[in-house]
């Protein structure tokens, strides 16, 4: 009776080991996976990283076109403005000389100096 007892501990003690292997083989395999999926999502945030500052280099040259573009349709806008004022000007002064002949000679006169 001694002997099977000291055969069922020993047997119990035996399939304890091999169920601490087979755990201790499931434990380093799923942490293989882990660290193969640390890596896959590690090089797909790097990627995502790159695109972003394309990205972000190609929008900065973006708003520095527009920026340009902004500014040379300011100096148009400016230009077109001067010479509105001056066909205002020119407008005004013909529209009086039209009232006044003595204007007229000199608003004919001023637009001939012009």
Known sequence: MK???ETFKNDNALKSEIQLVNLREE??????N?????AALQEE???KDQQYEIEASELKN?????ESSIDELQSRLRTVGASLE???RVLTTTTQAKADPESQLVAQLSSCSA
Request: charged content about 35%; aromatic content about 0%.
């Open 27 to 32: 434990i380093s395999k799923e942490n293989a």
């Open 34 to 38: 882990k660290r193969q999926n640390l």
């Open 86 to 88: 001056e066909n205002q």
């Open 3 to 5: 002997v099977q007892t």
């Open 62 to 66: 973006r708003i520095a076109e527009l």
């Open 45 to 47: 945030v790097e990627k």
